[in-house]
């Protein structure tokens, strides 16, 4: 029995990993990788297995950084099962179309290639299967699996496979403390020996998620104040959900938010927020209690959506102060890059970064100070305000993931994953220290055996 890394090993993005059982080969999330352009040259790379041999695909979110080369692995030859969490299942294919969109917009402009047709997405969405929480699912050749929630995003999942009497948790990625709408991060079970454990955060802490909804009322006065437009490049799933959510709260009950126009400026959000409708059995009981008392906690007053593109041009002749919510969330495509050729250079304008950004993104160049850099082939000297929230992560930080870690009574190994440089190397070492549990990070296309 081995696993093979084939994805997410040193780097957060492209997560993908083959458990090979010597009976069979499950391969779990097959994710895009992300950076400077969107559809990185990497993905275009064969895959380091062959996917005709894969038996069956376990996915544990809809994130494209876990989804986005499903399609690919399809016109490569992968015919067997997709399974996951029901709300993903309804979630990947908005993805899919969405990513398929963005290629082609910069194929057609710049020339760049496609990775997959809209054929190989019809193919993946007819081998999808939904499945419950803790329902378990038999795959055959003596395996198992069970999906847990993992409270990262809506229908989000950490998966447990029992093959000969061991049980692998791959955590996909884990979930912030506190977070609106979803339930808390599931326990792991008793049994489980080896975690294959995301580390994005594993080198830091957070500032109290506690305060979050404080943090954004504070940020948002204070770019009304500064009277231009506030920006927030949110990812489409969860983030923009979320942050809807916070923003309803402080509408409705707290009546706090400046009374300025708020735009909800991305099609793929709107559409994700149908998926969220569909599964209220998903939300936490603060937010089935709001959903039973009949508040629509995606609407509010102040709130426009503008989901065609004329819609969101319009956008452009409202003056500030303004507010407009826009993916991609780390800013490397999406309509928030119109908004930004716009108001990065206006000295009235905010920026307000809510998520991790993968290193070569423009989202993470404005978040690292850069003043000048290069949006749709224009150069621009970035002159308005950035913010960012560590609390508004999707992410748990270290002590989370150490604690979620701390709850398998039998783990003996974690595998350090979808992380980048010290976080991996920090989280493995506090997992040694802290833990006393065994840690290694491995590298890209490194097969580990591991003993039955
Ligand atoms: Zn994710």
Redesign the pocket.
């Known amino acids: 029995m081995n696993i093979h890394f084939s994805g997410a090993d040193e780097g957060v993005t492209g997560s993908c990993h083959l458990l090979d059982t010597g009976k069979m080969k499950i391969l779990i999330d097959c994710g895009m990788f992300q950076g400077g352009d969107f559809n990185e040259g990497r993905n275009h790379d064969i895959f380091p297995f062959d996917p005709k041999e894969i038996d069956v695909l376990l996915v544990t979110?809809g994130?494209l950084?876990?989804i986005g080369r499903i399609p690919k692995l399809i016109k490569e030859g992968f015919a067997g099962k997709i399974y996951s969490t029901k709300g993903t299942r309804d979630i990947m294919p908005l993805i899919w179309y969405d990513a398929y969109n963005i290629m082609f917009y910069n194929h057609r402009k710049f020339g760049l290639p496609v990775l997959y047709e809209e054929t190989d997405i019809a193919s993946a969405q007819a081998m999808c299967h939904g499945v419950n929480y803790h329902e378990e699912i038999d795959l055959g050749n003596g395996a198992k699996a069970m999906w847990k929630d993992a409270g990262?995003?809506f229908g989000?999942a950490f998966i447990e496979v029992s093959v000969d009497g061991k049980k692998f948790a791959f955590s996909?990625?884990i979930g912030n403390e506190n977070v609106p709408i979803l339930q808390d991060t599931e326990r792991l079970s008793d049994d489980v020996d080896i975690v294959i454990c995301e580390s994005t955060y594993g080198d830091r802490i957070h500032e109290d998620s506690a305060t979050r909804k404080g943090i954004i009322a504070g940020l948002i006065s204070e770019g009304v104040k500064r009277g231009g437009t506030i920006m927030v490049p949110a990812f489409s799933l969860e983030r923009t959900q979320e942050l809807l959510y916070e923003l309803n709260e402080l509408s409705e009950y707290d009546h706090t938010l400046p009374k300025v126009p708020i735009f909800l400026d991305s099609p793929l959000a709107i559409d994700a927020t149908k998926v969220y409708e569909k599964y209220p059995e998903y939300y936490d009981d603060e937010a089935q209690k709001l959903h039973l008392s009949g508040d629509d906690f995606f609407k509010f007053p102040q709130l426009q959506v503008t989901y065609s593109k004329r819609e969101s041009q319009k956008i452009n002749h409202i003056p500030g102060p303004k507010m407009v919510i826009a993916g991609a969330g780390m800013m490397n495509g999406g309509r928030i890059l119109h908004h930004a050729v716009r108001y990065l250079g206006d000295s009235n304008a905010t920026l307000i970064i809510v998520g991790y950004q993968a290193k070569g993104t423009l989202g993470r160049k404005l978040y690292d100070g850069d003043k000048h850099v290069k949006v749709m082939s224009e150069e621009i000297d970035v002159k308005c305000t950035v913010k960012a929230i560590g609390a508004l992560s999707?992410h748990g930080d270290q002590a989370k993931l150490l604690k979620w870690l701390g709850t398998g009574k039998k783990v003996s190994k974690v595998f350090c994953v979808h992380g980048e440089g010290s976080a991996l190397s920090v989280f493995a070492g506090k997992i040694k220290s802290d833990l006393k549990r065994e840690s290694y990070v491995p590298k890209y296309d490194e097969v580990v055996e591991i003993k039955a």
């Open positions: 979110h994130h950084d876990h990262h995003i989000s996909g990625d999707a």
